[in-house]
């Protein structure tokens, strides 16, 4: 980086390093927990139906197989939150075998307590229902025992995607991880261009752990770095009074320990229910105003010929680079891709077109398509170009914490948004209210919460900043 102009340099490409990108492990842990849990489905069925046949004589015994469906429901529920379905229950057996018992019991005691106060236990073989819950109970252990067997055969073991970059630290020794070498890739934590930061978000894509080996000087650094990409971080080892550590874990072997210091704002859960709600809302949007963005799209066409969409490189989850896409509301000999220059009001650069779209922020549509693609959500921090300045100074050197907000997926709006933090960044605070307020949107994340700003939002899509 030039630090005189800002100017961001290139560095060495992953080719270059013979890097391949990591495949999400995600997935597949997703499948085997689906697996899972249509594997206890129906143990619990064969162990109730199997206590059935031995006290009642026949398979299919009303009163035993009423207990065993009434039994499910609590088991799953309880399974679910306790965690028997985790990456730990398919790496250690002893771990799932503990959780999925302790639910079958917890399941069994609320189960009995109901039909007691029902007064229904009358009505269910004791004997019956008994037998099955024990045969419920080698089953599950027998099958989380054979879980890790069949992972080690069929994925080598594989569950979870770690990186280990060097950079001047203790050694580290883990079996299955990928180690680099921060020199190798151009990584200096205490570079803050966006360039470097989007290698490092590439790097940091689809693993489910980091770990940083590196001398005290740069822990600060890389610490910065950790919980501005929302990866799940470690540090070996520092003090936890001086990194504001999460968590710590102890590898006996080597003996040593590193410290969580960043786990990444969302959970699995809640992503997966964001982007649920995004896919849903956005394809059903798009469908809706169809009709609409056509005639948007032939009005543009119709006013200067130019080309339909404009796209421009921003940056987003893991400061990662990405393209945005927005309808054109400039002229073609003036557009600015990078950002450098904030558009302003009555800006000669802007079509007549251009100019109501962009007052009714109905250029903003077409970033459905990239909340499909997965790039965007559509509530979060709004994603920046990255020529963005506050004054002459680019953003990412302005402010310390930028980087901070890159933690979650960008957003078509957001909380900055609703506020009436929008419009051109002529000083330090038009920058910092936008900043304070995405980083209280990722710290306070809510599905109501996003709810809640998409309909605030339908009120300020035509405000004063609106150009």
């Given at each position: ?457 339908l009120t300020v899509m035509r405000h004063q900043n609106a150009y």
């Amino acid at each position: 980086m030039n630090e005189q102009s800002g100017q961001l340099l290139e560095a060495p490409s992953f080719a270059d390093q013979g890097y391949a990108p990591t495949p999400s492990l995600e997935r597949r842990r997703l499948r085997a927990y689906a697996a899972m849990v249509m594997l206890d489905v129906v143990l619990i069925h064969v162990s109730f139906g199997t206590a059935a046949l031995f006290y009642e004589g026949h398979w299919w015994d009303l009163r035993t197989m009423v207990a065993a469906k009434a039994l499910l429901p609590l088991y799953l529920t309880i399974a679910l939150y306790s965690k028997a379905y985790s990456a730990k229950a398919l790496s250690k057996w002893v771990y799932g075998a503990r959780k999925a018992v302790l639910a079958l019991v917890i399941a069994a005691v609320l189960l009995n307590l109901v039909a007691f106060y029902a007064k229904t236990n009358a009505q269910f073989s004791r004997a019956s229902i008994t037998i099955g819950l024990v045969l419920a109970f080698a089953a599950l252990i027998a099958f989380r025992r054979a879980v890790p067997l069949v992972i080690d055969r069929l994925w080598q073991g594989r569950i979870r995607n770690e990186l280990v970059i060097e950079d001047g630290g203790p050694d580290l020794v883990r079996r299955k991880a990928k180690f680099i070498k921060a020199k190798d890739f151009a990584l200096d934590p205490k570079c803050d261009d966006p360039i470097m930061l989007d290698r490092l978000g590439n790097l940091f894509r689809n693993q489910d752990r980091v770990v940083i080996t590196c001398p005290l000087e740069k822990r600060a650094h890389w610490l910065f770095l950790l919980k501005s990409t929302g990866a799940y971080g470690e540090i070996i080892s520092a003090s936890s009074q001086d990194l504001g550590a999460v968590g710590a874990h102890h590898y006996g072997a080597i003996d040593q320990t590193v410290l969580v210091v960043s786990n990444g704002p969302l959970g699995l859960r809640a992503r997966m229910i964001k982007r649920l709600f995004d896919s849903l809302i956005a394809c059903a949007v798009l469908i809706a105003l169809a009709p609409f963005l056509a005639l948007i799209a032939a009005a543009i066409k119709l006013e200067d010929g130019g080309p339909i969409f404009f796209f421009q490189r921003r940056q987003g989850k893991g400061n990662c680079l990405f393209d945005v896409i927005k309808f054109r509301t400039m002229r073609v000999d003036v557009q600015d891709p990078a950002g450098v220059q904030s558009t302003s009001r009555n800006d000669a650069r802007v079509t007549r077109c251009g100019d109501f779209l962009r007052g009714t922020s109905l250029d903003e549509l077409p970033q459905l398509l990239n909340v499909l693609k997965g790039d965007m959500s559509l509530v979060g921090p709004r994603p920046h170009a990255v020529g963005s300045r506050v004054g002459d100074t680019p953003f990412w050197m302005a402010e310390r914490h930028y980087p901070l907000r890159h933690s979650l997926k960008p957003g078509m709006t957001g909380l900055a948004q609703v506020r009436g933090f929008r419009g051109a960044t002529h000083q330090m605070s038009d920058l910092t209210d936008r900043l304070h307020a995405d980083l209280e949107y990722i710290a306070n994340w809510s599905l109501m919460g996003d709810v809640v700003i998409l309909l605030k939002t339908l009120t300020v899509m035509r405000h004063q900043n609106a150009y």
